[in-house]
């Protein structure tokens, strides 16, 4: 992740382009790749969606999105000086205290 | 990241909740979440958004949005098994192709 | 769908909000919003959401995001000087040349 | 919009894509419309974003864009049973009591 982030760093900054990556045009440039790797689903009856990696065209398709996703968020943490893996995980042990196992179990009712 | 990965299934795994985490479903997911952190940005001048993380209550809602975020776009890389920094490394090497440093020095323009 | 554009456009100036209402910050609006209309659908079965509107309390909040999202779409079509009917029709236009009936029946397949 | 709504429906059927057209899925196609729409304008400035519909080009598609965020909106309302401009109203008048004009006024803070 680290070398991620600096890649795509130096990736903007070779190319003058801190000026655009700003937190709000980033922001928007994320959701703008969520709906390109929603767009891949969209159509995709359930069973269709659990093997889409097995298809070389759609497969090459949502991981090519995925990794756009990824940079955008990679970029969007390192602009706003966010460690993203300890925000997901602090996020996660809110959410393990929210939803404790013998309550949560087999529910997806949201608290 | 590796770690996030395996902590995040196992929330799930304990909860029961696989079920819940199919392609189609952690999908919408993550745009639900990016749709939150969007929304942290909205009404924010770009100079306010700028000094965001600088706000104790506005920088806290934003770290955690982006830890949800993160943390479904793991269990989505991790149900469809793609390796996240890599798919986002791939992606960056097409990029650097397309957009090439003397062509796209401080331009926006898409290709 | 003109009373809707005008009511919200009064709704803004009452409250001297024409300032946030930029097309930047408006897209981002629509786009916080779908996020929420899409929360609601995301942990249903496809059985669960074809009835979610006979739920009282789901089928409201849906009913909510929905107008959530339309509030914005108007604003930011109003904004833009977009005419919002005319603007899908000639889209659904364009939609009916790229899809022929005879070609597109029953297929998924993008053009 | 009822117009609208009446020739999305005959366009779904026509193609026999009612299959595809669950709430779940246009959900999904809203979001990702939505995004396309939004990409439209991250790397605008505000000024730019301003006067995006004078220019011919990108004026083209963003309203093209906003068609298409209108189709499937129209499409999952009718689906859904939903009136969207009654809808809409009805979370105007919400808002109206949430933010009352005396409090609200030039003030993004939300309630």
Do not use: C
């Amino acid at each position: 992740m680290d070398e991620l982030t600096s890649r795509v760093r130096a990736f903007a900054e070779e190319r003058d382009w801190q000026q655009f990556h700003t937190p709000k045009n980033l922001a928007m440039a994320l959701a703008g790749e969520v709906g390109e790797l929603i767009a891949e689903f969209q159509w995709l009856t359930p069973e269709q969606a659990a093997v889409v990696m097995s298809e070389p065209d759609a497969g090459s398709r949502v991981k090519a999105e995925m990794g756009d996703v990824m940079i955008y968020l990679a970029r969007l943490a390192d602009v706003l000086g966010v460690d993203l893996i300890e925000a997901a995980l602090t996020k996660l042990e809110d959410s393990a205290r929210r939803y404790p196992v013998d309550q949560a179990r087999g529910s997806a009712v949201k608290r």
